[in-house]
């Protein structure tokens, strides 16, 4: 994970002008904080003793002027930091999103939602009022400093208080680090089953899951409210107890001013002086103590975020190849979920000729799903290499081979757009291509009677539209472009017969132009059009060829009825 935190942060350093900007304002404020305990000192001990009616007015006029300057970079820091939030969305999030899409391994749809909203925490964080203690935080040794010029015992003071109330700030940590960990992991575990469960509300809803389900939900959102509560009263008890501490300093080191007095070892202008800039150097601790659940939440984020750039790493830059002709070779493919242990695909191996259909059976969890999105360069093998037209899928640059490649999934959610957008992958511009895709999938006339034709708004998923409808556009558009390969997984299953008959008329078109198709279904006349079979079994390939002679050793062994299960 080393090399892709280290990819974070320099992406989150792209930030780094607007932040060295912003340190720069910071050493401004907080030396003309200055002003305020310098003031006090110049009172007591230059005005009250001289009754200098002038040095008065100027010392005060200079007082303002400070106290205006210091409030223009004060909201000069925060507009640079409300840019660098900006800046920081706009490198990350495409790079983000990217990961997201890339890493279809690190969880369920659910859990990758929950990583945009970590990174928008980090950037409201980024261009909230903590940071501004973070930057502050580290001029807290000037003003002790200038309290070590007032009076050594003064210094002495202030220096334990600072070095008491870092160590209370640490045991924070340790109390609330905790409970506040487990807070956050169940509430996103509470939200991707929120997530999940506003998706299947058809399915609540009929089934009457609704009582149940809410039970579930209510028990997890009480646990997470349980852990969340542990730590925000242990943060609030020690927020409180370092308010208390801090004050106290701040009325102790005046006593301790008076004793220097009394003793004429200082002025009474040293001990005013010196409680304002023990306040100001104590400040930022506490307030950095008080934010202690935004710093632990940012930081969890950051490590959710650094973990997900490690499971979707930036592929080296791809040499863009010329258009494949389709030629298919899969060479001891093997897969193993991450953390996992028991191979889903082993020694796979198989190839196919420009132009050729697969029919790919089995029983369910043979693996055939997870084959054909190995074949697509979806997920990374965990031995053993796909090639088309001899090179590895994960050689090709993403949008390049995307071009050449048609995908039709077993779960279809169609984006919330047109009908045109969804067949065109979002590529405007060529109507006459997008036409031709629908009229090959066969959904061309069924587009014409809806609303808007081919403007039509399909919801989200695809929502207004019925299964059979939703499952043509999308292989509208996974024939959309003259793709090379393209790998059906159960395209006939939300389909009647006129669909099938459309979906048959497709492949046989496909085929005449020489498209090499990857076909999984259980249904017999849909994998009748294919030219070869292959039987996966627990993962492993148990038969392979032509599709007469696959059929033929199936009818004459045992594994006719695992077949016919699938």
């Known amino acids: 994970m080393r090399r892709n935190s280290s990819e974070l942060w320099r992406l989150m350093r792209s930030g780094g002008t607007y932040f060295g900007t912003a340190g720069a304002f910071s050493l401004a404020i907080n030396l003309l904080y200055l002003a305020g305990p310098l003031y006090m000192l110049q ?85 909230g009022s903590g940071i501004h203690a973070v930057f502050d935080l580290p001029w807290a040794p000037l003003y002790i400093a200038v309290i070590f010029m007032l009076h050594w015992s003064l210094g002495a003071f202030a220096l334990g208080c600072s070095l008491l109330l ?15 960990s487990a807070a956050n992991a169940a509430a ?73 007095v009394i003793e004429r070892s200082a002025t009474a202008g040293t001990m005013f002086a010196a409680s304002l800039l023990l306040g100001r150097a104590l400040q930022p601790i506490e307030q950095v103590t008080g934010s202690w659940r935004t710093f632990a939440s940012v930081r969890a984020a950051m490590n959710r975020l650094g973990a997900l750039f490690a499971a979707a790493p930036v592929r080296d830059k791809a040499v863009v190849l010329p258009r494949p002709a389709g030629q298919l070779s899969v060479e001891n493919l093997s897969y193993i979920v991450p953390g996992g242990k028991k191979p889903i695909l082993q020694g796979v191996s198989f190839e196919l000729a420009a132009g050729e259909i697969l029919g790919l059976i089995g029983p369910s969890g043979a693996g055939k799903s997870s084959l ?45 757009d047109t009908v045109a957008a969804n067949i065109n992958r979002f590529q405007p511009g060529d109507d006459a291509a997008t036409i031709a895709a629908a009229k090959l999938a066969g959904v061309h006339e069924l587009i014409l009677r809806l609303p808007q034709g081919y403007d039509t708004w399909v919801g989200e998923g695809g929502a207004v539209l019925s299964g059979g409808y939703r499952q043509r556009i999308a292989l509208a558009r996974a024939v959309y472009g003259d793709p090379s390969l393209v790998v059906l997984d159960e395209p006939s299953s939300n389909l009647d017969a006129d669909g ?12 005449r132009r020489g498209v090499t198709i990857v076909l999984v279904s259980h249904r017999p006349q849909t994998v009748s059009v294919a030219d070869k079979l292959l039987v996966l079994k627990d993962g492993a390939a148990e038969l392979f060829g032509p599709r007469a002679d696959v059929l033929n050793r199936l009818m004459r062994g045992p594994n006719l009825q695992s077949v016919r299960s699938a």
């Open 43 to 127: 009172l007591y001990d230059r005005v009250v003793p001289s009754s200098s009616q002038v040095t008065l007015v100027m010392l005060t006029i200079g007082l303002v002027l400070a106290y205006l300057a210091l409030a223009g970079l004060d909201a000069a820091r925060a507009r640079v930091l409300t840019r660098a939030s900006v800046r920081l969305d706009r490198r990350v999030t495409p790079r983000l999103m990217e990961a997201l899409i890339e890493g279809v391994a690190v969880g369920p749809a659910a859990a990758r939602g929950q990583l945009l909203r970590d990174f928008d925490s980090v950037r409201q964080f980024v261009s």
């Open 188 to 260: 996103a575990r509470n939200y991707g089953f929120t997530d999940m469960s506003l998706r299947n509300v058809e399915a609540i809803r009929a089934m009457g899951m609704t009582e149940g389900l809410l039970g579930r939900w209510n028990g997890d959102r009480h646990a997470t409210l349980q852990r969340q509560v542990v730590a925000s009263e242990r943060a609030a008890g020690m927020q409180s107890t370092v308010r208390f501490l801090r004050l106290t300093m701040q009325s102790v080191i005046l006593g301790i001013g008076a004793y220097l």
């Open 372 to 416: 054909v999105r190995q074949l697509i360069g979806v997920l990374p093998p965990s031995a053993g290499v796909v090639r088309l037209d001899g090179a590895d899928v994960w050689q090709w640059a993403r949008n390049g081979l995307g071009r050449h490649v048609g995908y039709l999934p077993q779960d279809i959610e169609l984006f919330a």
């Open 500 to 511: 099938d008959r459309a979906l048959a008329e497709c492949m046989v078109e496909l085929k």
């Open 166 to 180: 870092i160590a209370m700030a640490l045991v924070n940590e340790w109390l609330v680090h905790a409970p506040l």
